[in-house]
DNA sequence: CATACAATGACATTCACTTTCAAGCAGACA
DNA sequence: TGTCTGCTTGAAAGTGAATGTCATTGTATG
């Protein structure tokens, strides 16, 4: 377990005591494989992972831990409008999303100064801006690679 | 009925013989409430509006016009991460949201210079984009007046 | 320990949306 | 105009993701 990791799971349980909440087995379990998954993911990819080891694992309690560890602001929500929740690791504050047609990999980055425009001109409109979202969408790197070497 | 309507609606008519498709009342009327709404909106809203003139219009049938419309480029799908499918007048490339977490209400913008700063920064991670959204989520000018006479 | 009460998991439910299917209707062709 | 093909419709049933229910289990704390 790598330093990064032992933070993460050292300020969930500080969550977990201040919020008079417990911790569980299986809540240790799902966190191990969320931050080991190190990317965005939706929960049945979790879920899946999770059953392989542990058969007795149910599909509320992934749903039900993410959530949780989305308020203890350790995984971020991510909606792309496909009808599926993801999760990433809530690291800063990252809210630029690249999403792969092909693969339907979803990278983060940041853009600061996007950003900063981009609320200037909404609130040129009058518009208070509280919070933001850039989705682009295309083809990654690894998918148009192989996407020439089939032609 | 104005200029611009009448021309949306004789594209949907050679969009319909174009594909062997028919042209029914029930796809006139839809078609109608949704150009005369002149914003987006979603289904159950359009749903409420022709209930009240004719009753026995069909929830699925709603679905399956603004559906329709869509392919044949007159409505544009949008899709916030809220579980609803909105739908826009597609009239130009429009993909920047402004969403009001008060009142709900969705108004579109487009910036391209934004837009091609942002696909220049995709392309530095050796991106492809195809497409692109951008959705700032704030309060609106009216709500934020209404805020600060109750105060 | 013992006890209170949070958490679990199987199941049912919700919510937006889609599909199914029998009946109806549009449009082409004679 | 009549007929006939097959697209459309609407009610109801079905999907699929996510959440609620509830009896049972497990955990932290006294």
């Known amino acids: 377990m790598n330093q990064t990791k032992r933070k993460v799971k050292e300020q969930f349980h500080l969550f977990l005591s201040n919020k008079g909440l417990k911790g569980t087995l299986?809540?240790?379990?799902?966190?191990?494989?969320?931050?080991?998954?190190d990317r965005s993911t939706h929960i049945d990819e979790l879920y899946l992972i999770l059953r392989g080891k542990h058969p007795n694992i149910g599909h509320a309690t992934v749903y039900r831990a993410l959530r949780l560890f989305a308020s203890a602001g350790i995984a971020r929500e991510i909606n792309l409008g496909?009808?599926?929740?993801?999760?990433?690791?809530?690291?800063?504050?990252?809210?630029?999303?690249?999403?792969?047609?092909?693969?339907?990999?979803?990278?983060?980055?940041?853009?600061?100064?996007?950003?900063?425009?981009?609320?200037?001109?909404?609130?040129?409109?009058?518009?208070?801006?509280?919070s933001l979202k850039i989705e682009l969408r295309g083809v990654c790197n690894r998918c148009m690679a192989q996407a020439g070497r089939h032609s």
Do not use: K, P
Request: glycine residues 12%; hydrophobic residues 35%.
């Open 26 to 37: 299986q809540r240790s379990l799902i966190l191990d494989a969320f931050l080991d998954l």
């Open 82 to 130: 496909d009808g599926l929740t993801r999760y990433g690791v809530a690291g800063g504050r990252r809210h630029d999303y690249l999403v792969c047609n092909d693969c339907g990999t979803v990278t983060e980055f940041e853009n600061g100064s996007i950003e900063r425009y981009q609320a200037e001109v909404a609130r040129s409109m009058g518009f208070t801006v509280q």
